[in-house]
């Protein structure tokens, strides 16, 4: 853990620093985070609590006696957390500590109770990490009991070695508790980490402000860069600040993701410079799956027919010269292509020969989904496929016929390739180890939610 840390952060270091706080993106833990952290922050905490207790030093006799004294277990039946505005989480422990003290003629067993009380507060670290930091600790302890078996002789030594016990606790609780908050940073700290997008790509999320904390949520604004071969990727025009309301995405949910449609535009933009879009779709001659050839083209295009008595396949270059352009309008969101598709037939002495060209505009729905701690989209055809004849090489072309042939040719592949390219997904905010569980995803006016419990991998 450590280690990857140790990586990203360097990684960090390394990439060229990014100034525009776009684009947006808000990380929001709701109160029911809480729940969930104190059911699997307990055994954690049980396990820092066990400090190391130094001998019992007995100074009642002639000679001073060393007691050994053991923490046998340490129990904690009952941790709650709270949210301070402004400040962060309020921990409210109550702990029992069973120790053994080894002294003559047979050990002594006891249990002490503890409330632990401590605010944590939650602030922005200067690497663009969550950071959270105990401000506050106190220890109350109860009166300790002694176990059955224990005779009667014991209560004499009860009260000193009480009063050691107390004493090395008060000290060594409180820390623990800060080391645990440690630990708890460095794994926060992934949350900087480069994420693959592609094989030349990456997303890289940090917190660019201090975090709004209320009653009810901590908020982080955070700001994602995709980076292209090591370059981010800049949107051209001025920053517009993803602000993200409240009561968006379902209700109750541990975590809700607001993505902006800035962050979109950056992923379109990356998958544009990277022409990832761009395909070929070859037609192999007695093809199922492509039946395009010259001579089919020949019974629309007479010049084709011509020049090509033998059929012979066809090529479709379909190239995307303008960035997809993507909206989100309440519950739906849609994005619109414009590619450049070349077709091109191969000529007797199999070089390629270009018959003409189109413009196409595509419009398509966009469909998200949330695995692991991807998103993930998925597209279907809006409408028609729009047509306009660019360049001609074979004379005149019936745009009606080419709307039907292209509708049948080109639908198909491009939405294979596309779904294909958009189910490789995005990673969305995350931590190591720690996944997306039962996500809802919500389309609403410029933005998109992901409502989700968590769920830590240990
Ligand atoms: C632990 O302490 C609580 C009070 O803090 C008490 O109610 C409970 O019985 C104790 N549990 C054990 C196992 O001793
Ligand atoms: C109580 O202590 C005495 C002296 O230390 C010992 O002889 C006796 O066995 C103890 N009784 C019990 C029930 O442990
Ligand atoms: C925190 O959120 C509340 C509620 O949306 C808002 O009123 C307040 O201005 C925010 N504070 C900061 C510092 O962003
Ligand atoms: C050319 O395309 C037509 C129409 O799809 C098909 O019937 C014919 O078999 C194809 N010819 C060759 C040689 O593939
Ligand atoms: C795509 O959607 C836009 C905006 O709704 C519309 O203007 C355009 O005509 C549509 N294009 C196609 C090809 O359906
Ligand atoms: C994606 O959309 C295509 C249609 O464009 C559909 O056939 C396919 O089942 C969809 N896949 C998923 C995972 O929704």
Redesign the pocket.
């Known amino acids: 853990m450590t280690r990857s840390c140790g990586l990203g952060l360097l990684l960090v270091l390394v990439l060229p620093v990014v100034s525009a706080s776009r684009p947006g993106a808000v990380v929001r833990l709701n109160k029911a985070v809480l729940s969930y952290v104190s059911e699997i922050g307990r055994a954690p905490l049980q396990q820092a609590l066990r400090v190391t207790v130094p001998y019992f030093l007995d100074r009642n006799g002639e000679v001073i006696q060393p007691s050994r004294i053991q923490i046998l277990s340490v129990s904690v039946p009952h941790l709650r957390l709270k949210l301070i505005a402004g400040l962060g989480v309020h921990l409210a422990a109550e702990a029992n500590f069973t120790f053994q003290v080894f002294r003559a003629p047979e050990p002594l067993e006891l249990m002490l109770p503890v409330v632990l009380l401590a605010d944590a507060r939650v602030a922005q670290g200067s690497i663009g990490t969550p950071v959270v930091s105990i401000s506050a600790c106190l220890s109350l302890f109860g009166d300790a009991i002694l176990f059955d078996g224990s005779n009667s002789t014991a209560p004499a030594l009860l009260v000193p070695v009480q009063k050691h016990i107390k004493a090395v606790l008060r000290d060594k609780v409180c820390l623990s508790i800060s080391n645990l908050v440690q630990d708890l940073n460095v794994h926060l700290g992934t949350l900087v980490g480069l994420n693959p997008v592609g094989p030349e790509s990456q997303i890289r999320y940090s917190m660019i402000n201090a975090p ?1 904390i ?1 009653n009810d949520y901590i ?1 982080l604004d955070i700001n994602a860069v995709l980076f292209l071969l090591g370059k981010p990727i800049v949107l051209p025009g001025d920053a517009t600040p993803f602000r993200l309301p ?1 009561h968006v995405g379902r209700d109750g949910a541990m975590a809700t993701v607001g993505l902006s449609l800035d962050l979109f535009d950056s992923a379109f933009l990356l998958l544009q410079k990277a022409g990832s879009l761009n395909l070929d779709i070859t037609g192999q001659l007695k093809s199922d799956d492509n039946p395009l050839n010259t001579s089919m083209l020949g019974q629309h295009i007479p010049e084709v027919a011509r020049q090509f008595p033998e059929p012979m396949p066809v090529v479709l270059k379909v190239r995307l010269s303008a960035t997809p352009t993507a909206t989100l309008h309440a519950d739906t969101a849609t994005l619109r292509l414009q590619p450049f598709v070349e077709v091109l037939a191969v000529a007797s002495n199999s070089a390629f020969q270009s018959l003409f060209s189109l413009d196409l505009a595509v419009n398509l729905t966009l469909k998200f989904s949330v695995s692991k701690v991807k998103l993930q989209g998925n597209t279907t055809v809006l409408g028609d496929i729009q047509h306009t004849v660019a360049a001609s090489n074979v004379g005149f072309i019936d745009t009606n016929q080419m709307h039907m042939l292209m509708g049948s040719l080109f639908e198909k592949p491009l939405l294979d390739h596309l779904n294909a390219l958009l189910g490789i997904g995005v990673a969305l905010p995350n931590i190591l180890n720690l996944h997306y569980a039962s996500p809802e995803v919500f389309v609403y006016e410029g933005y998109v939610v992901i409502s989700s419990r968590l769920f830590f991998q240990r």
Do not use: A, I, V
Request: net charge negative.
């Open positions: 709004n209320t908020s409240e």
